[in-house]
């Protein structure tokens, strides 16, 4: 079952890195966005620091929409998920390597570039600290909740608007929390509750989302 699991994320790494086009898309959009706001809301570094962090998770979510519907959509066209689902194998655990798997091609570069996004957007060494740590708390959850909407809609042909319909206010409370945060760290104001509140949002998720997945792929699949 092990030798399963290491089987299917390699192949979905090796995949994602193999359609280079697709890859870079959602990194290029998130690039365009965060340039794009300061040349429309004024280049005054107080401006820039006052919306950066709102900027960059917004690019974030948005950027997550473009890959988030090819999660789970090459296994379900080429018949690999319901083999999976016949098989007998644990679904939950191949469900949570493929967010695994997105969260790493998808979020990983995002945190690369946080420090440059950072200094272009001109946050202080307290507001990236809390911008960095509401990031890698945050980015697992989209992935694991947005998972759950892509089983659901997985067999759909057109099934990216809806996906974005289904996500977009459920992801809004995570942009509260984490804009929050950083805003506290601007004011130099302790900001651990609102770190808590996102953590255990997604411990909750980690827990419940991985069957979740598993079962809205079965109802995708009849």
């Not at 399963?4 to 959602?26: H, M, N, T, V, Y």
């Not at 340039?35 to 709102?54: D, E, M, N, S, Y």
């Amino acid at each position: 079952m092990k030798a399963l699991w290491s089987g299917i994320f390699k192949r979905d790494l090796a995949l994602a890195f193999r359609q280079r086009s697709e890859l870079a898309q959602p990194l290029m959009f998130l690039l365009m966005v965060v340039t794009l706001f300061p040349l429309g809301v004024g280049p005054g570094p107080a401006t820039l620091q006052k919306i950066g962090p709102g900027v960059i998770w917004i690019a974030a979510i948005l950027s997550s929409l473009l890959t988030m519907d090819r999660m789970f959509r090459d296994d379900f066209w080429d018949g690999s998920m319901e083999q999976y689902l016949l098989s007998g194998q644990s679904v939950w655990a191949i469900s949570a390597i493929k967010v695994l798997v997105h969260w790493l091609v998808s979020f990983v570069p995002l945190l690369i570039l946080s420090p440059l996004l950072a200094l272009f957007l001109n946050l202080t060494v307290q507001m990236y600290t809390a911008l960095m740590l509401t990031l890698l708390l945050g980015t697992p959850l989209l992935s694991l909740v947005g998972a759950i909407a892509v089983g659901l809609t997985v067999g759909l042909q057109r099934g990216g608007v809806l996906l974005a319909l289904l996500l977009i206010p459920v992801f809004i409370p995570l942009l509260i929390f984490a804009t929050s945060a950083v805003d506290a760290a601007a004011l130099q104001l302790p900001y651990r509750a609102h770190l808590a509140i996102i953590g255990a949002m997604l411990l909750a998720a980690m827990a419940a989302a991985p069957m979740a997945i598993a079962y809205a792929l079965k109802v995708s699949q009849n």
